[in-house]
Protein backbone atom coordinates (compact mmCIF):
# COMPACT_ATOMS: atom_id res chain seq x y z
CA UNK A 1 0.00 0.00 0.00
CA UNK A 2 2.84 2.28 0.99
CA UNK A 3 5.40 1.10 -1.53
CA UNK A 4 7.81 2.69 -2.91
CA UNK A 5 5.99 4.55 -6.40
CA UNK A 6 6.39 6.91 -9.05
CA UNK A 7 4.30 9.39 -10.10
CA UNK A 8 4.89 12.18 -12.74
CA UNK A 9 1.84 14.19 -15.00
CA UNK A 10 2.20 16.47 -18.17
CA UNK A 11 -0.19 19.09 -19.30
CA UNK A 12 -1.08 18.25 -23.15
CA UNK A 13 0.91 20.54 -24.59
CA UNK A 14 1.59 19.26 -28.45
CA UNK A 15 3.88 17.47 -30.10
CA UNK A 16 7.16 17.15 -27.97
CA UNK A 17 10.50 17.96 -28.40
CA UNK A 18 14.21 17.15 -27.49
CA UNK A 19 14.60 19.62 -24.57
CA UNK A 20 11.55 17.19 -23.37
CA UNK A 21 13.18 14.06 -24.40
CA UNK A 22 16.37 14.81 -22.78
CA UNK A 23 14.79 16.61 -19.83
CA UNK A 24 12.15 14.57 -18.97
CA UNK A 25 11.35 11.92 -20.78
CA UNK A 26 14.75 9.66 -20.66
CA UNK A 27 14.23 9.91 -17.16
CA UNK A 28 11.21 8.35 -17.01
CA UNK A 29 12.33 5.42 -18.83
CA UNK A 30 14.97 5.09 -16.77
CA UNK A 31 12.74 5.11 -13.76
CA UNK A 32 10.21 2.93 -15.05
CA UNK A 33 12.43 -0.15 -14.89
CA UNK A 34 13.64 0.90 -11.77
CA UNK A 35 10.35 1.82 -9.75
CA UNK A 36 6.45 0.91 -10.50
CA UNK A 37 5.64 4.31 -12.03
CA UNK A 38 2.45 5.72 -13.17
CA UNK A 39 2.52 8.90 -15.82
CA UNK A 40 -0.28 10.61 -16.70
CA UNK A 41 -1.66 13.47 -18.94
CA UNK A 42 -2.60 16.69 -16.78
CA UNK A 43 -5.68 17.44 -19.42
CA UNK A 44 -7.45 19.20 -16.30
CA UNK A 45 -3.96 21.23 -15.70
CA UNK A 46 -4.08 22.52 -18.95
CA UNK A 47 -8.18 24.00 -18.63
CA UNK A 48 -6.56 26.02 -15.51
CA UNK A 49 -4.95 28.55 -18.01
CA UNK A 50 -6.59 27.21 -21.67
CA UNK A 51 -10.39 26.85 -20.05
CA UNK A 52 -11.22 29.50 -22.80
CA UNK A 53 -9.44 27.11 -25.86
CA UNK A 54 -10.22 23.82 -24.95
CA UNK A 55 -10.78 22.40 -28.48
CA UNK A 56 -7.32 21.11 -28.91
CA UNK A 57 -6.21 19.37 -25.66
CA UNK A 58 -7.88 16.18 -26.77
CA UNK A 59 -5.59 15.82 -30.18
CA UNK A 60 -2.42 16.95 -28.21
CA UNK A 61 -2.88 14.70 -25.20
CA UNK A 62 -2.97 11.74 -28.29
CA UNK A 63 0.33 13.32 -29.62
CA UNK A 64 1.59 13.55 -26.41
CA UNK A 65 1.55 10.10 -25.45
CA UNK A 66 2.59 8.86 -28.91
CA UNK A 67 5.61 10.88 -27.94
CA UNK A 68 5.82 9.19 -24.18
CA UNK A 69 5.71 5.81 -26.52
CA UNK A 70 7.66 6.75 -28.88
CA UNK A 71 10.54 7.81 -26.53
CA UNK A 72 10.45 4.82 -25.00
CA UNK A 73 8.11 4.97 -21.79
CA UNK A 74 6.83 1.32 -22.12
CA UNK A 75 3.37 0.41 -21.31
CA UNK A 76 4.41 -2.89 -19.98
CA UNK A 77 5.99 -1.10 -17.21
CA UNK A 78 4.14 1.84 -16.19
CA UNK A 79 0.85 2.55 -16.14
CA UNK A 80 -0.13 6.02 -18.35
CA UNK A 81 -3.69 6.89 -18.22
CA UNK A 82 -4.98 10.59 -18.69
CA UNK A 83 -6.35 12.34 -15.25
CA UNK A 84 -9.38 13.54 -16.27
CA UNK A 85 -10.48 9.60 -17.12
CA UNK A 86 -9.97 9.10 -13.38
CA UNK A 87 -12.67 10.66 -11.78
CA UNK A 88 -11.45 10.16 -8.49
CA UNK A 89 -9.03 13.05 -8.81
CA UNK A 90 -11.41 15.62 -8.88
CA UNK A 91 -13.33 14.51 -5.91
CA UNK A 92 -10.26 13.85 -3.54
CA UNK A 93 -9.73 17.44 -4.92
CA UNK A 94 -13.00 18.09 -3.36
CA UNK A 95 -12.58 17.06 -0.28
CA UNK A 96 -8.99 18.06 0.14
CA UNK A 97 -10.04 21.76 -0.59
CA UNK A 98 -12.27 21.73 2.47
CA UNK A 99 -9.17 21.85 4.71
CA UNK A 100 -6.86 23.56 2.97
CA UNK A 101 -6.04 27.10 4.43
CA UNK A 102 -6.74 29.85 1.41
CA UNK A 103 -3.17 31.32 2.73
CA UNK A 104 -1.12 28.57 1.35
CA UNK A 105 -2.31 28.34 -2.07
CA UNK A 106 -2.00 32.08 -2.45
CA UNK A 107 1.35 31.84 -1.12
CA UNK A 108 2.48 29.17 -3.51
CA UNK A 109 4.93 31.39 -5.30
CA UNK A 110 4.39 29.97 -8.57
CA UNK A 111 0.63 31.80 -8.25
CA UNK A 112 1.57 35.41 -8.83
CA UNK A 113 4.57 34.72 -11.06
CA UNK A 114 2.16 32.59 -13.61
CA UNK A 115 -0.61 35.12 -12.92
CA UNK A 116 2.28 38.00 -14.27
CA UNK A 117 3.80 36.13 -17.19
CA UNK A 118 0.80 35.37 -18.54
CA UNK A 119 -0.49 38.73 -18.20
CA UNK A 120 -2.93 38.47 -21.30
CA UNK A 121 -5.23 36.22 -19.81
CA UNK A 122 -7.46 36.43 -16.77
CA UNK A 123 -6.47 34.12 -14.17
CA UNK A 124 -7.92 35.14 -10.85
CA UNK A 125 -10.07 31.88 -11.14
CA UNK A 126 -10.95 29.55 -8.72
CA UNK A 127 -9.18 26.53 -10.67
CA UNK A 128 -6.33 28.48 -11.46
CA UNK A 129 -5.84 29.13 -7.63
CA UNK A 130 -6.17 25.53 -6.91
CA UNK A 131 -3.61 24.48 -9.45
CA UNK A 132 -1.27 22.93 -6.92
CA UNK A 133 -3.91 21.61 -5.14
CA UNK A 134 -5.07 19.59 -7.82
CA UNK A 135 -1.46 18.51 -8.29
CA UNK A 136 -1.80 16.98 -4.67
CA UNK A 137 -4.71 15.11 -5.41
CA UNK A 138 -2.52 13.88 -8.30
CA UNK A 139 0.10 12.74 -6.43
CA UNK A 140 -1.51 12.02 -2.75
CA UNK A 141 -4.32 9.44 -4.43
CA UNK A 142 -1.60 7.40 -5.40
CA UNK A 143 0.35 7.57 -2.04
CA UNK A 144 3.41 7.81 -4.35
CA UNK A 145 6.60 8.82 -2.16
CA UNK A 146 8.63 9.78 -6.05
CA UNK A 147 7.57 12.97 -7.75
CA UNK A 148 9.86 13.83 -10.83
CA UNK A 149 9.38 17.30 -11.67
CA UNK A 150 11.23 20.41 -13.14
CA UNK A 151 12.55 22.91 -10.50
CA UNK A 152 9.41 25.16 -11.32
CA UNK A 153 7.24 22.31 -9.44
CA UNK A 154 9.36 22.20 -6.49
CA UNK A 155 6.84 24.29 -4.37
CA UNK A 156 4.20 22.47 -5.41
CA UNK A 157 5.68 18.99 -4.23
CA UNK A 158 6.49 21.04 -1.25
CA UNK A 159 2.70 21.88 -0.33
CA UNK A 160 1.99 18.28 -1.15
CA UNK A 161 4.24 17.65 1.50
CA UNK A 162 2.34 20.26 3.70
CA UNK A 163 -1.10 19.36 2.89
CA UNK A 164 -0.55 15.16 3.77
CA UNK A 165 0.93 15.91 6.99
CA UNK A 166 -1.60 18.25 7.94
CA UNK A 167 -4.05 15.83 6.99
CA UNK A 168 -2.53 13.36 8.44
CA UNK A 169 -2.81 15.04 11.77
CA UNK A 170 -6.34 16.15 11.42
CA UNK A 171 -7.78 12.95 10.46
CA UNK A 172 -5.42 10.26 11.57
CA UNK A 173 -6.36 11.14 15.25
CA UNK A 174 -7.68 8.94 17.47
CA UNK A 175 -8.96 9.01 21.41
CA UNK A 176 -6.56 5.81 21.79
CA UNK A 177 -4.56 5.94 19.59
CA UNK A 178 -1.61 4.66 21.00
CA UNK A 179 -2.97 1.88 22.45
CA UNK A 180 -4.59 0.59 19.51
CA UNK A 181 -1.21 1.11 18.02
CA UNK A 182 0.38 -1.29 20.90
CA UNK A 183 -2.14 -3.71 19.84
CA UNK A 184 -1.37 -3.59 15.82
CA UNK A 185 2.76 -3.83 16.93
CA UNK A 186 1.22 -7.04 18.55
CA UNK A 187 -0.64 -8.38 15.76
CA UNK A 188 2.52 -8.44 13.79
CA UNK A 189 3.86 -11.26 15.75
CA UNK A 190 6.52 -11.58 17.79
CA UNK A 191 9.76 -11.44 15.60
CA UNK A 192 8.25 -8.62 13.14
CA UNK A 193 7.10 -7.27 16.39
CA UNK A 194 10.76 -7.11 17.44
CA UNK A 195 12.05 -5.98 14.52
CA UNK A 196 9.34 -2.88 14.02
CA UNK A 197 10.02 -1.90 17.61
CA UNK A 198 14.20 -1.78 17.08
CA UNK A 199 13.92 0.51 14.30
CA UNK A 200 11.19 2.64 15.74
CA UNK A 201 13.53 2.90 18.68
CA UNK A 202 16.18 3.54 16.02
CA UNK A 203 14.57 6.58 14.18
CA UNK A 204 13.35 8.32 17.35
CA UNK A 205 16.86 8.04 19.18
CA UNK A 206 19.00 8.47 16.35
CA UNK A 207 16.83 9.63 13.35
CA UNK A 208 17.91 7.24 11.81
CA UNK A 209 16.61 7.48 8.38
CA UNK A 210 17.69 3.94 7.25
CA UNK A 211 15.65 2.38 9.92
CA UNK A 212 12.43 4.32 8.43
CA UNK A 213 13.05 2.86 5.65
CA UNK A 214 13.34 -0.54 6.50
CA UNK A 215 10.41 -0.48 9.12
CA UNK A 216 8.59 0.96 5.62
CA UNK A 217 9.62 -2.20 4.44
CA UNK A 218 8.72 -4.30 6.71
CA UNK A 219 5.28 -2.55 6.87
CA UNK A 220 4.85 -2.90 3.28
CA UNK A 221 4.96 -6.31 2.93
CA UNK A 222 2.50 -7.28 5.96
CA UNK A 223 -0.42 -7.33 3.98
CA UNK A 224 -1.98 -9.63 6.05
CA UNK A 225 -2.79 -6.47 8.49
CA UNK A 226 -5.61 -4.77 8.50
CA UNK A 227 -5.10 -1.44 6.33
CA UNK A 228 -6.20 0.49 9.41
CA UNK A 229 -3.15 -1.53 11.35
CA UNK A 230 -0.74 -0.18 8.91
CA UNK A 231 -1.73 3.37 8.83
CA UNK A 232 -1.25 3.48 12.55
CA UNK A 233 1.87 1.37 12.28
CA UNK A 234 3.45 3.94 10.22
CA UNK A 235 2.26 6.48 11.86
CA UNK A 236 3.36 5.21 15.19
CA UNK A 237 6.55 4.76 13.84
CA UNK A 238 7.07 8.38 14.50
CA UNK A 239 4.32 10.46 15.93
CA UNK A 240 0.83 10.31 17.55
CA UNK A 241 -1.79 9.64 14.40
CA UNK A 242 -2.33 7.21 11.73
CA UNK A 243 -0.69 8.12 8.75
CA UNK A 244 -3.55 7.87 6.04
CA UNK A 245 -1.44 9.85 3.45
CA UNK A 246 2.33 9.59 2.18
CA UNK A 247 4.59 12.42 2.41
CA UNK A 248 6.10 12.83 -1.27
CA UNK A 249 9.21 13.56 -1.90
CA UNK A 250 10.36 15.15 -5.26
CA UNK A 251 12.89 13.93 -7.43
CA UNK A 252 14.62 16.91 -9.49
CA UNK A 253 14.44 16.29 -12.98
CA UNK A 254 17.94 18.76 -13.73
CA UNK A 255 17.40 21.75 -15.97
CA UNK A 256 18.07 19.84 -19.38
CA UNK A 257 21.31 20.48 -21.08
CA UNK A 258 19.13 20.66 -24.74
CA UNK A 259 19.75 23.83 -26.16
CA UNK A 260 17.37 25.59 -28.93
CA UNK A 261 18.55 25.73 -32.72
CA UNK A 262 19.54 29.45 -31.64
CA UNK A 263 21.87 28.09 -28.52
CA UNK A 264 18.61 29.82 -25.96
CA UNK A 265 16.84 26.63 -23.95
CA UNK A 266 15.15 24.37 -26.67
CA UNK A 267 11.41 25.72 -26.11
CA UNK A 268 8.07 26.05 -28.10
CA UNK A 269 7.67 29.81 -27.27
CA UNK A 270 10.99 30.67 -28.79
CA UNK A 271 10.75 29.01 -31.90
CA UNK A 272 13.68 26.72 -31.67
CA UNK A 273 12.65 23.53 -31.55
CA UNK A 274 13.38 20.21 -32.96
CA UNK A 275 10.36 18.03 -32.51
CA UNK A 276 10.80 14.63 -31.62
CA UNK A 277 9.30 12.70 -34.43
CA UNK A 278 10.64 15.44 -36.78
CA UNK A 279 11.13 14.21 -40.18
CA UNK A 280 14.62 13.60 -41.07
CA UNK A 281 14.63 16.46 -44.27
CA UNK A 282 13.67 19.08 -41.96
CA UNK A 283 16.07 18.17 -38.94
CA UNK A 284 18.82 18.29 -41.54
CA UNK A 285 17.60 21.66 -42.90
CA UNK A 286 17.17 23.07 -39.32
CA UNK A 287 20.56 21.95 -38.11
CA UNK A 288 22.46 22.90 -41.66
CA UNK A 289 20.67 26.50 -41.36
CA UNK A 290 21.81 27.01 -37.38
CA UNK A 291 23.51 30.15 -36.55
CA UNK A 292 27.62 29.12 -35.76
CA UNK A 293 29.86 31.91 -34.32
CA UNK A 294 28.60 35.26 -35.71
CA UNK A 295 32.72 36.32 -36.38
CA UNK A 296 32.94 33.48 -38.92
CA UNK A 297 32.01 35.51 -41.62
CA UNK A 298 33.58 33.75 -43.86
CA UNK A 299 35.40 30.12 -44.20
CA UNK A 300 38.78 31.33 -43.85
CA UNK A 301 38.15 32.96 -40.36
CA UNK A 302 38.72 31.25 -37.16
CA UNK A 303 35.91 30.44 -34.75
CA UNK A 304 35.01 30.29 -31.31
CA UNK A 305 32.50 26.99 -29.60
CA UNK A 306 31.79 28.53 -26.79
CA UNK A 307 29.85 31.42 -28.59
CA UNK A 308 28.67 28.94 -31.15
CA UNK A 309 24.52 26.99 -30.59
CA UNK A 310 26.77 24.58 -32.51
CA UNK A 311 29.21 23.61 -30.13
CA UNK A 312 26.75 23.19 -27.49
CA UNK A 313 24.53 20.22 -29.45
CA UNK A 314 28.31 18.65 -29.39
CA UNK A 315 28.04 18.85 -25.94
CA UNK A 316 24.95 17.05 -26.17
CA UNK A 317 25.58 14.64 -28.77
CA UNK A 318 29.80 14.23 -29.51
CA UNK A 319 32.23 12.36 -27.94
CA UNK A 320 35.15 13.43 -26.66
CA UNK A 321 37.07 12.79 -29.78
CA UNK A 322 34.86 14.46 -31.79
CA UNK A 323 34.48 17.37 -29.52
CA UNK A 324 38.68 17.85 -29.53
CA UNK A 325 38.25 18.23 -33.78
CA UNK A 326 35.94 20.81 -33.28
CA UNK A 327 37.67 22.75 -30.46
CA UNK A 328 40.69 22.63 -33.23
CA UNK A 329 39.12 22.74 -35.97
CA UNK A 330 36.92 25.88 -35.31
CA UNK A 331 39.58 27.56 -34.01
CA UNK A 332 42.14 27.03 -36.65
CA UNK A 333 39.40 27.06 -39.30
CA UNK A 334 40.72 23.87 -40.21
CA UNK A 335 37.07 22.86 -40.73
CA UNK A 336 33.80 24.41 -42.20
CA UNK A 337 30.67 25.30 -40.02
CA UNK A 338 28.73 22.64 -42.48
CA UNK A 339 31.85 20.03 -41.95
CA UNK A 340 30.97 20.93 -37.91
CA UNK A 341 27.34 20.01 -38.67
CA UNK A 342 27.61 16.40 -39.88
CA UNK A 343 27.81 14.35 -36.90
CA UNK A 344 25.26 16.25 -34.69
CA UNK A 345 22.72 15.73 -37.39
CA UNK A 346 24.09 12.42 -37.80
CA UNK A 347 23.50 11.87 -34.26
CA UNK A 348 20.19 13.38 -33.84
CA UNK A 349 18.64 11.01 -36.36
CA UNK A 350 20.01 8.22 -35.35
CA UNK A 351 18.49 9.09 -31.73
CA UNK A 352 15.09 9.70 -33.54
CA UNK A 353 15.26 6.50 -35.74
CA UNK A 354 13.86 4.29 -33.12
CA UNK A 355 11.53 6.79 -32.10
CA UNK A 356 10.28 6.94 -35.44
CA UNK A 357 10.00 3.16 -35.51
CA UNK A 358 7.51 2.96 -32.26
CA UNK A 359 5.61 5.90 -33.21
CA UNK A 360 4.94 4.83 -36.53
CA UNK A 361 3.40 1.38 -35.31
CA UNK A 362 1.24 3.75 -32.97
CA UNK A 363 0.21 5.83 -36.29
CA UNK A 364 -0.73 2.71 -38.04
CA UNK A 365 -2.66 1.29 -34.99
CA UNK A 366 -4.70 3.98 -33.51
CA UNK A 367 -6.74 1.41 -31.78
CA UNK A 368 -3.14 0.07 -29.77
CA UNK A 369 -2.68 3.49 -27.88
CA UNK A 370 -6.74 3.55 -26.80
CA UNK A 371 -5.99 -0.15 -25.23
CA UNK A 372 -3.18 1.46 -23.35
CA UNK A 373 -4.90 4.59 -21.97
CA UNK A 374 -8.08 2.58 -21.66
CA UNK A 375 -6.25 -0.26 -19.47
CA UNK A 376 -3.61 2.60 -17.50
CA UNK A 377 -6.88 4.30 -16.68
CA UNK A 378 -9.03 1.08 -15.22
CA UNK A 379 -5.51 0.65 -13.40
CA UNK A 380 -5.06 3.66 -12.05
CA UNK A 381 -8.81 3.87 -10.84
CA UNK A 382 -8.42 0.93 -9.06
CA UNK A 383 -5.38 2.17 -7.39
CA UNK A 384 -7.09 5.35 -6.49
CA UNK A 385 -10.11 3.79 -5.61
CA UNK A 386 -7.74 1.89 -2.64
CA UNK A 387 -6.83 5.58 -1.24
CA UNK A 388 -10.22 7.34 -1.96
CA UNK A 389 -12.15 4.54 0.29
CA UNK A 390 -9.97 5.34 3.21
CA UNK A 391 -9.90 8.97 2.94
CA UNK A 392 -13.98 9.16 2.79
CA UNK A 393 -13.47 6.90 6.03
CA UNK A 394 -11.02 9.29 7.26
CA UNK A 395 -13.87 12.38 7.00
CA UNK A 396 -16.50 10.57 7.43
CA UNK A 397 -18.52 10.81 4.53
CA UNK A 398 -18.32 7.10 3.65
CA UNK A 399 -21.96 5.79 3.84
CA UNK A 400 -20.60 2.21 2.27
N1 LIG B 1 2.13 20.80 -12.98
C1 LIG B 1 2.96 19.85 -13.68
C2 LIG B 1 3.71 20.57 -14.79
O1 LIG B 1 3.22 21.53 -15.33
C3 LIG B 1 2.13 18.73 -14.24
C4 LIG B 1 1.52 17.92 -13.15
C5 LIG B 1 0.20 17.89 -12.79
C6 LIG B 1 2.20 17.03 -12.30
N2 LIG B 1 0.01 17.05 -11.75
C7 LIG B 1 1.21 16.50 -11.42
C8 LIG B 1 3.54 16.64 -12.18
C9 LIG B 1 1.55 15.60 -10.40
C10 LIG B 1 3.86 15.74 -11.17
C11 LIG B 1 2.88 15.22 -10.30
O2 LIG B 1 4.78 20.15 -15.14
FE1 LIG C 1 30.35 26.57 -34.59
FE2 LIG C 1 31.50 24.41 -35.53
FE3 LIG C 1 31.37 26.59 -37.05
FE4 LIG C 1 32.96 26.52 -34.95
S1 LIG C 1 33.11 25.27 -36.77
S2 LIG C 1 31.58 28.18 -35.50
S3 LIG C 1 31.79 25.28 -33.51
S4 LIG C 1 29.65 25.35 -36.32
Wanted: net charge negative; proline share 5%.
Amino acid sequence: MYAERVLSGMRPTGRLHLGHYHGVLKNWVRLQSAYPCLFFVADWHALTTAYDEPGTIEENAREMVIDWLAAGVDPAQAILFIQSRVREHAEFHLLLSMMTPLGWLERVPTYKDQQEKLEHKDLSTYGFLGYPLLMSADILIYRADKVPVGEDQIPHVEFTRELARRFNHMYGREPDFEAKARAAVKRLGAERAQEYEALRTRFRQEGDRQARTRAHALLDAASDLPPEDRERLFGFFEGDHKMILVEPGALLTEAAKMPGLDGQKMSKSYENTISLRESADSVTKKIRTMQTDPARVRRTDPGEPARCPVWQFHLVYSDEATRQWVQQGCRSAGIGCIECKHPVIDAVLKEQEPMHERAQTYIDNPALVRDIIDDGCERARKLAGETMRDVREAMGVNYA
